[in-house]
């Protein structure tokens, strides 16, 4: 049976340039994680997956690891890590877990947790936090997408979701509400997009619904009824230019007209949150 190890022999013998990145066994008791450090939140369930791994024996990929004066911190694996303790926990014997070098910056270390294909799935909030992270050490908005591998509009749209606010935030958390509504909230409604959000959840929820749709969130008025009102404004405003009568007022023909009209002007006041002396 071969092996990578009498691979890279056989390319050596043969002039052929290989290259090595060595993987260490490292004990479990070396091993930390940094308060805060990993920008995804712990998962149990991925946890209990990663301890079924080990308990059975299964390939575990190896953790990226840093040396530091307190002992071997973990940059990337923490779940991993975790379901190593649960496995010990459980009457598996785990002495030591692969773990491979990890150089570069803090930025590096940051974006490295953001792209790495070992870890679970990074949720909007999450990648906020990164990208966050980055922005406070004074990278750019260019910058932080082209360290990350994503755009430009990415980047800039998480960054705004740390904006909306903490109730729209929380409720983003829930998965009550999409990322991508919740900006469109904030930036339709600035402060108040909070309690835009909770009324409108409140509503959804009285419908049998359990998430916000960016319809519910952000309802439109009606185009036929603006388009009505400018029909009959129009038509009554040409009337009195071709009489000359610069100072309009509104006289419509019928009574019925009038109230057609302050009807849609009230549904369009309801509608935008418009009243009387506001």
Not at 210 to 224: D, E, G, I, V, Y
Request: proline share 3%.
């Amino acid at each position: 049976m071969s092996s990578l190890s009498l691979h890279y022999k056989g390319k050596e013998k043969n002039g052929t340039e290989t290259t090595v990145k060595k993987t260490f066994l490292v004990p479990l008791a070396e091993l930390y994680i940094e308060p805060g450090y990993n920008v995804r939140e712990i998962d149990q369930a991925h946890i209990e997956e990663f301890r079924d791994a080990y308990i059975s024996g299964e390939f575990v990929p190896p953790l990226a690891v840093q040396v530091t004066d307190k002992g071997i911190k973990i940059i990337d694996g923490h779940h991993r890590y975790h379901g190593a303790l649960l496995a010990t926990e459980s009457g598996t014997e785990i002495p030591r877990l692969e773990c491979k070098d990890f150089s570069g910056t803090e930025a590096d270390r940051i974006a490295f947790m953001v792209t790495s294909s070992q870890g679970k799935p990074l949720t909007s909030l999450e990648r906020a936090a990164a990208y966050q992270r980055l922005e406070n050490q004074g990278w750019s908005v260019s910058e932080i997408a082209s360290k990350v591998k994503r755009s430009v509009a990415d980047v800039d749209h998480h960054l705004q979701l740390l904006t909306c606010g903490d109730e729209l935030i929380g409720m983003v958390k829930s998965g009550e509400v999409a990322p991508t509504t919740a900006v469109a909230l904030a930036r339709e409604h600035g402060p108040n997009a909070g309690s835009v959000a909770s009324k409108q959840m409140a509503k959804a929820k009285a419908a049998g619904k359990t998430k916000l749709s960016r319809s519910a969130a952000m309802p439109q008025f009606s185009a036929a009824k603006v388009r009505k009102l400018i029909e009959l404004i129009a038509k009554n405003c040409e009337a009195e230019l071709a009489e000359e009568t610069f100072g309009i007022a509104l006289d419509f023909e019928t009574g019925l007209q009038a109230l057609e009209v302050m009807a849609i002007i009230s549904a369009a006041k309801t509608h935008y949150g418009i009243w009387e002396g506001s």
